[in-house]
């Protein structure tokens, strides 16, 4: 039931992408529900895991927008025009973000491991991974294709 109710969501979204404001939602919403699936939550387990788990996501989010900003948009403009010490700038910063990123991986595994079985915490990554897949697989699906 839950499967057929998770690919109804699917179709369901994928007529809904095309609004960009509403986006991050959407795709939380699909995430939620293929996280849910895949790690068989019992309704007990998801009371407590979704909170964790929702703070982990909004604190990475928070972290993926500064890194957008602070970094993919220096490198727009290319390395040649950049001075070595805008350079370490920017590794430093990348740095930071990728310990930043580990420490909150950490706290959420922590957090998860008093509500969740180990298994289902270690089941966590490959559920997000199939996602992240999934999702690009979507993403290159929908793009129009190239003329040559």
């Not at 979204?13 to 609004?19: D, E, I, K, N, V």
């Not at 008093?114 to 992240?132: M, S």
Request: charged share 40%; net charge positive; proline share 2%.
């Amino acid at each position: 039931m839950m499967k057929k109710i998770f690919i109804l969501i699917l179709f369901i979204s994928t007529g809904l992408f095309a609004q960009k404001s509403d986006r991050y939602d959407k795709i939380k919403a699909l995430k939620t529900a293929h996280l849910t699936e895949k790690l068989a939550l019992t309704t007990n387990e998801a009371e407590k895991f979704w909170p964790i788990y929702n703070e982990y996501d909004s604190k990475m989010h928070a972290l993926r927008k500064i890194e957008h900003k602070e970094i993919f948009y220096k490198l727009k403009n290319g390395i040649e025009n950049m001075s070595d010490a805008d350079a370490n700038t920017l590794i430093d910063q990348a740095l930071d973000i990728e310990t930043k990123e580990l420490q909150y991986r950490k706290d959420l595994i922590k957090s998860l491991r008093k509500v969740i079985p180990a298994k289902k915490v270690i089941g966590l990554r490959k559920a997000e991974d199939e996602f992240k897949r999934e999702l690009l697989h979507r993403y290159r699906d929908k793009r129009p294709a190239k003329k040559e």
